[in-house]
């Protein structure tokens, strides 16, 4: 069985600040791991994926996230937050056989403080 | 341009009423998903279809039916069953394995009020 934790449902920083949404996984077999990011009123958008060739992944708009098996964990990080970040950002993990459906986590909402 | 489309953006309904949101995509993808949103508990599955003519329930299916009779379109029907049908429903898509990581990609969603 598989599951996501995100920690905080919602997360404030300062435009320009650090931005780090936490995110812990339980996986019974090695798994592909996944940001999305959901602006309001609209679908997921894929952020960035975790495939096991490389634990520092690195995404779309300045995102990146680090797989790291012994903490379990695959935290979401951008240098210097923007305005335009403000959004739901969300976590997922999945198996890799086809019948593996993909967890979703229940969301982290990031606001952006001018 | 490929991706999912879903309509109508915004539905509404009388309670009583089935209603139908549609799903289409042309990325060539095999699997299809329907999740229900509401705000604080994320993405719940409600049915999923690996291959045509053929789909699961997942986690939330009750008052909710599907039916994939092509490999673009997989509509959900939301029934008078269903207790509380108001919400923003995504539909989504993934490839087939050996193609990618599986990630899936979201249509732009529908959301559904209910009176």
């Known amino acids: 069985a598989q599951s996501v934790t995100q920690l905080g449902s919602h997360v404030s920083v300062s435009e320009g600040a650090l931005v780090l949404l936490r995110c812990n996984y339980s996986?019974?077999?090695?798994?592909?791991l996944f940001w999305y990011v959901q602006y309001p009123n609209q679908g997921l958008q894929l952020l960035l994926k975790?495939?096991?060739?490389?634990?520092l992944v690195k995404g779309i708009n300045g995102f990146e996230a680090e797989f790291k098996k012994s903490e379990t964990s695959f935290h979401l990080t951008k240098p210097s937050a923007h305005m335009s970040d403000a959004a739901e950002y969300f976590c997922?993990?999945?198996?890799?056989?086809?019948?593996?459906?993909?967890?979703f986590g229940k969301g982290t909402r990031l606001h952006i403080l001018p | 341009d490929g991706g999912i489309t879903q309509s109508p953006k915004y539905l509404f309904r009388k309670e009583g009423q089935n209603v139908t949101l549609s799903c289409e995509q042309n990325?060539?993808?095999?699997?299809m998903y329907w999740y229900r949103q509401d705000p604080g508990q994320g993405l719940r599955l409600i049915y999923y279809?690996?291959?045509?003519?053929?789909?699961q329930k997942g986690d939330i299916a009750e008052g909710y039916s599907v039916s994939r009779e092509k490999k673009e379109s997989f509509p959900l029907t939301v029934t008078s069953a269903q207790k509380n049908p108001t919400a923003f429903y995504l539909c989504?898509?993934?490839?087939?394995?050996?193609?990618?990581?599986?990630?899936?990609?979201f249509g732009p969603g529908t959301r559904l009020t209910v009176t």
């Open positions: 990325l060539n993808h095999d699997a």
């Open positions: 996986s019974s077999v090695p798994p592909y």
């Open positions: 975790y495939t096991s060739a490389a634990t």
């Open positions: 279809s690996q291959i045509v003519n053929d789909f």
């Open positions: 989504a898509s993934r490839q087939a394995p050996g193609q990618g990581a599986y990630e899936q990609y």
């Open positions: 997922a993990v999945s198996g890799m056989n086809r019948d593996d459906k993909i967890i």
